[in-house]
T-cell receptor, first 115, second 109 residues
Framework: DVKVTQSSRYLVKRTGEKVFLECVQDMDHENMFWYRQDPGLGLRLIYFSYDVKMKEKGDIPEGYSVSREKKERFSLILESASTNQTSMYLC??????????????FGQGTRLTVV | GQNIDQPTEMTATEGAIVQINCTYQTSGFNGLFWYQQHAGEAPTFLSYNVLDGLEEKGRFSSFLSRSKGYSYLLLKELQMKDSASYLCAVRYNFNKFYFGSGTKLNVKP
């Protein structure tokens, strides 16, 4: 069973804090993603990684950075949290191998509130 | 995003059939996925199309026309538990997934 695990389900942080969201997958997937989901806006891609230490910006990377030091772990960093970063954050992973299971698998989400 | 468009909200009656449409930008296309998401939960995978035509999976079917940049998800014999958001996602260039804003489906008795 594919497992994508996010470190926290709910998080409350103060404005200006540095925030780390962690994501671990156990399927040896090459690709990992961070999205945020807001009402009416759907899932928006923040960052994408296709290999260890490799990353690409998504549609809304401003205010965020990422780290992928090991294949199974992809971290999202909010350098200085702001109230407009209050959102649901979803991590996902997928295989780049041309096999049957090519869909993206999601973690349970982290609801972050910045006060 | 990649201009993935789907209706914001739909309402249908229990036992009926509903079709949710999705249009997308075709350049770099490498697969179309449908996900179901209940409120407060993560999206779960429903179906995958990479070639033209219809894929059937029980009560759910998904159709793809690559030349038109068009897909639909068909839900038959609607049940109350089908009330959820349905997300259309397109994989581009073999790795990046982009999502539409989702269609909230309300199933009424």
């Amino acid at each position: 069973d594919v497992k994508v695990t996010q470190s926290s389900r709910y998080l409350v942080k103060r404005t200006g804090e540095k925030v780390f969201l962690e994501c671990v997958q156990d399927m040896d997937h090459e690709n990992m993603f961070w999205y945020r989901q807001d009402p009416g806006l759907g899932l928006r891609l923040i960052y994408f990684s296709y290999d260890v230490k490799m990353k690409e910006k998504g549609d809304i990377p401003e205010g965020y950075s990422v780290s992928r030091e090991k294949k199974e772990r992809f971290s999202l960093i909010l350098e200085s949290a702001s109230t407009n970063q209050t959102s649901m954050y979803l991590c996902a992973s997928s295989s780049s191998r041309m096999s049957e299971n090519t869909e993206a698998f999601f973690g349970q989400g982290t609801r972050l509130t910045v006060v | 995003g990649q201009n993935i468009d789907q209706p914001t909200e739909m309402t249908a009656t229990e036992g009926a059939i509903v079709q949710i449409n999705c249009t997308y930008q075709t350049s770099g296309f490498n697969g179309l996925f449908w996900y179901q998401q209940h409120a407060g939960e993560a999206p779960t995978f429903l179906s995958y199309n990479v070639l033209d035509g219809l894929e059937e999976k029980g009560r759910f079917s998904s159709f793809l026309s690559r030349s038109k940049g068009y897909s639909y998800l068909l839900l038959k014999e609607l049940q109350m538990k089908d009330s959820a958001s349905y997300l259309c996602a397109v994989r581009y260039n073999f790795n990046k997934f982009y999502f539409g804003s989702g269609t909230k489906l309300n199933v009424k008795p």
